[in-house]
T-cell receptor, first 115, second 114 residues
Framework: AQTVTQSQPEMSVQEAETVTLSCTYDTSESDYYLFWYKQPPSRQMILVIRQEAYKQQNATENRFSVNFQKAAKSFSLKISDSQLGDAAMYFCAYRRPNTGNQFYFGTGTSLTVIP | GAGVSQTPSNKVTEKGKYVELRCDPISGHTALYWYRQSLGQGPEFLIYFQGTGAADDSGLPNDRFFAVRPEGSVSTLKIQRTERGDSAVYLC????????????FGPGTRLTVL
């Protein structure tokens, strides 16, 4: 079974600063996908960024980037120039393609942005 | 276009009652997923539909839980003889079906069993 671990239940960052959220996962597969989702108090899960395991280049979406270390099974999210609207729960998720495409989620990291 | 919608947004029921939770996926999305998110946890997979059929229901906790998607669009998650432990947020997601396709989530239904 795949497991996803987020070891930081809570993190805080000063507005405009940079913060990194950690995620590790366990899998025997070589081909898979990794995601970061943001969940504000509204409960809506919003896709932040996606990484295909076969791509060596780290994904980037504006202020959000990942550090994907396949051998170490690590997938951290870096948020640059943090904004108040970034405050939310962040979930790391693993998906193995072609087997139902279901996600396996970590337990989440609650991010607080300090003005 | 419109996102995934779920109704009701909140549902309070008594132990032993039957409840139905509805999900309207994004138009054209063939895959639909149900997840359950308990307090302080990440979402846990319940069931996955490809079209009208349940392609994977391995996450359903027991036979009190059942889901349907009769026309390949709207889905209903049905819980019989509810228990207090069923209290959680039930999330629905939809996607096109493909190895790179992203799942888009609805806002969830918060179920409280008294």
């Amino acid at each position: 079974a795949q497991t996803v671990t987020q070891s930081q239940p809570e993190m805080s960052v000063q507005e405009a600063e940079t913060v990194t959220l950690s995620c590790t996962y366990d899998t025997s597969e070589s081909d898979y996908y990794l995601f970061w989702y943001k969940q504000p108090p509204s409960r809506q899960m919003i896709l932040v960024i996606r990484q295909e395991a076969y791509k060596q280049q780290n994904a980037t979406e504006n202020r959000f980037s990942v550090n994907f270390q396949k051998a170490a099974k690590s997938f951290s999210l870096k948020i640059s120039d943090s904004q108040l609207g970034d405050a939310a729960m962040y979930f790391c998720a693993y998906r193995r393609p072609n087997t139902g495409n279901q996600f396996y989620f970590g337990t989440g990291t609650s991010l607080t942005v300090i003005p | 276009g419109a996102g995934v919608s779920q109704t009701p947004s909140n549902k309070v029921t008594e132990k032993g009652k039957y409840v139905e939770l509805r999900c309207d996926p994004i138009s054209g999305h063939t895959a639909l997923y149900w997840y359950r998110q308990s307090l302080g946890q990440g979402p846990e997979f319940l069931i996955y539909f490809q079209g009208t059929g349940a392609a994977d229901d391995s996450g359903l906790p027991n036979d009190r839980f059942f889901a349907v998607r009769p026309e390949g669009s709207v889905s209903t998650l049905k819980i019989q003889r509810t228990e207090r432990g069923d209290s959680a947020v039930y999330l629905c997601a939809s996607s096109y079906l493909g190895p790179t396709d992203t799942q888009y989530f609805g806002p969830g239904t918060r179920l409280t069993v008294l």
